[in-house]
């Protein structure tokens, strides 16, 4: 990629599958002028079994752009090559930047794996990266991302096909991000007609893998002069669901004052389903002791799903537990809002105002 101002989608790239007497550079795509970039949905392999001889490194996604604003999300990144006696490296990913977060940089949802002899997961601020975890840390980002094998259909055969393989369990069921702008795939098929938003160029009903804790979005509260229990409205999603019945359904857990007592309420399912519905959650005023002006409330939401090992996520994030009614640690910066002095009788309003309002 050249710069420019560009958005790269639904693309299926296969390379170095035929080329192992020797280990050139092979990149399935770089990014090596910056530009305003976006790719989503690409499916790449990069091939090559008992690589015979060279010293040349390959990347499935490289990228050493440090400005511009880029996107890489719903991706997957396949790094297969293996080294015979070729002492190249084979990189899954590599982005620029030299610190957590690099300016312009978004990164999530991707696939990623590099499980050949001379294999190394990425590449960040000139230093391998071992795993995905490493790379989270590293990069700040891919708090949704995964390291698995995507289950191509066949991406070494002679005529190479990155179709999913839908008899095998697979992390790209279900598990993107959706873009508005992408609403098709490889083929033609509507996304939005199979399952919530599939990782990579091909779209279809799989066999999922829940690997994600559930998505929990909402506007927070703002500040009040009320005093009552206030209802926080919350969108959850989720690829296996979560339980709209028993003891397990979504939470709102709150407190008065950071030394306070947390409490929590079960919430509501308004509409929807328990892989995306409408939540109402209610701070209930009279657990905290009744509230008054000048307190703080803090709260965070928490839910589970129904995967057979759970998924547990909050909003914000960073809960700890193990069921959404046993919290080991809450999220460290949980959202607030103030209780404010009501006020009441007859103001001025403005500088040069003469009749009260």
Known sequence: MQGGLTTYQNNMIVVGNDMTANSPQINGIAETIAGTDNFYFNSVYIGGAAVAAGSANSYAFQSTITTNTRNYRDNIFYNGRSNGAATGKHYAVRVGG???????????????????????????????????????????????????????????????????????????????????????????????????????ADAGDFMGADLAPPAITYTALGNTASTADRILAATIADVTGVPTSGALQPRIYYKKGAGGTWYSSQGVLTSGSGTSGAWDFTIVAADMGGVAAGDTIYYYVIAQDTASTPN????????????????????????????????SGTYDVGATCATPE
């Open 98 to 200: 030299t610190a957590p977060n690099p300016a312009g940089l978004t990164i999530n949802n991707n696939v990623y794996l590099a499980n050949g002899t001379g294999a190394v997961f990425g590449y960040f601020n000139s230093l391998d990266v071992a795993n995905l975890a490493a790379w989270q840390a590293a990069v700040g980002q891919d708090a949704n991302s995964f390291e698995s094998d995507p289950q191509y259909l066949a991406p070494t055969a002679a005529a190479p096909d990155l179709h999913i393989n839908g008899s095998i369990v697979t992390v790209i069921e279900g598990n993107g991000f959706p873009i508005g702008t992408v609403t098709d795939d490889y083929d033609g098929q509507t996304r939005a007609s199979l399952t919530p938003t599939d990782i990579g």
């Open 312 to 343: 547990i996520g909050s909003n914000p994030s960073g809960v700890v537990a193990t069921d959404v009614n046993t919290v080991i640690t809450p999220p460290a910066v949980p959202n607030s809002y103030n209780v404010l002095a009501s006020i």
